[in-house]
């Protein structure tokens, strides 16, 4: 197993799985990421996690009616994607689209 550190991106609604925490051994990025685990469950949110080198388990996070957005070992590449994300979403809102 690899020590060097990954990033990625999940989205959802609804209750946080806090065991994919566990079962990835992840843990969210920052105190912004960490802040939206507990935010309202009825909004779609995207939060990045961290794990110190392994693989995500994107069918597991798919179990959870949550989903892997995107993944990588540079975390300026994960913060993009997740401002990116972000953009689209609240482009799909106000076209009605989202």
């Given at each position: 197993m690899?020590?060097?550190a990954a990033f990625a991106v999940v989205a959802g609604s609804g209750e946080f799985p806090f065991d994919m925490l566990r079962y990835d051994h992840c843990y969210p990025l920052d105190c912004t990421d960490a802040e939206q685990?507990?935010?309202?469950?009825?909004?779609?949110?995207?939060?990045?996690?961290?794990?110190?080198?392994?693989?995500?388990h994107p069918e597991r996070w798919k179990s959870f009616t949550w989903r892997l957005v995107g993944q990588s070992k540079h975390r300026a590449a994960i913060e993009l994607l997740k401002v990116?994300?972000?953009?689209?979403?609240?482009?799909?809102?106000?076209?009605?689209?989202?």
């Amino acid at each position: 197993m690899s020590n060097e550190a990954a990033f990625a991106v999940v989205a959802g609604s609804g209750e946080f799985p806090f065991d994919m925490l566990r079962y990835d051994h992840c843990y969210p990025l920052d105190c912004t990421d960490a802040e939206q685990l507990a935010e309202d469950k009825f909004d779609y949110r995207f939060v990045i996690v961290a794990r110190d080198g392994g693989e995500f388990h994107p069918e597991r996070w798919k179990s959870f009616t949550w989903r892997l957005v995107g993944q990588s070992k540079h975390r300026a590449a994960i913060e993009l994607l997740k401002v990116s994300c972000i953009q689209k979403s609240k482009e799909g809102e106000k076209n009605g689209t989202s």
